[in-house]
C-alpha cells in the first residue's frame, strides 16, 4: 500500500519574507511580502509548475491572509493573484487595504 501524501503546509519564513508552501517537505510556492507599518504588502505569488492545479495557491494565500489577520495586521494585494482571490474572498475584506499609487511607488523603492 501506497502512503496517503502529506497534507500541503504553510509557514511564515519572515527572514525570505514570503509565506512558503511545502508539500511532502518539497517546497511547493510561496508569496512574497513586505511590511509597511501595520501593513504586510503582497506583491508576488508563484506555484512549481510540478504543483499546478491542485489549489495550492488559494490554500497558501488563504492562510497567509489568516495569519495576516492573527498578528493584528492589514493586507495590501498588489499581487494580482492575491487581489483575485480577495475578490472571491470577501471574509477578508475587512483586513484589506486598497492598493494606492504610495503604496506601489513605496514598493517599487523597497525592492530595488
Not at 501593513?39 to 489568516?66: K, N
Not at 486598497?98 to 523603492?109: D, M, S, Y
Request: hydrophobic fraction near 35%.
Amino acid at each position: 500500500m501506497t502512503q496517503p501524501a502529506a497534507a500541503p503546509v504553510v509557514s511564515r519564513e519572515d527572514h525570505k519574507q514570503r509565506y512558503e508552501i511545502l508539500v511532502d517537505g518539497q517546497l511547493a510556492g510561496f508569496t512574497e511580502y513586505r511590511d509597511r507599518g501595520e501593513q504586510r504588502v503582497f506583491y508576488h505569488t508563484e506555484i512549481d509548475d510540478a504543483f499546478a492545479g491542485q489549489g495550492l495557491a488559494s490554500l497558501l494565500v488563504q492562510q497567509a491572509l489568516t495569519d495576516v489577520r492573527d498578528s493584528g495586521r492589514r493586507a495590501v494585494p498588489i499581487c494580482p493573484y492575491v487581489a483575485k482571490f480577495l475578490k472571491k474572498h470577501t471574509e477578508f475584506s475587512d483586513i484589506t487595504d486598497p492598493v494606492t499609487p504610495e503604496a506601489l511607488q513605496w514598493l517599487r523603492t523597497t525592492l530595488h
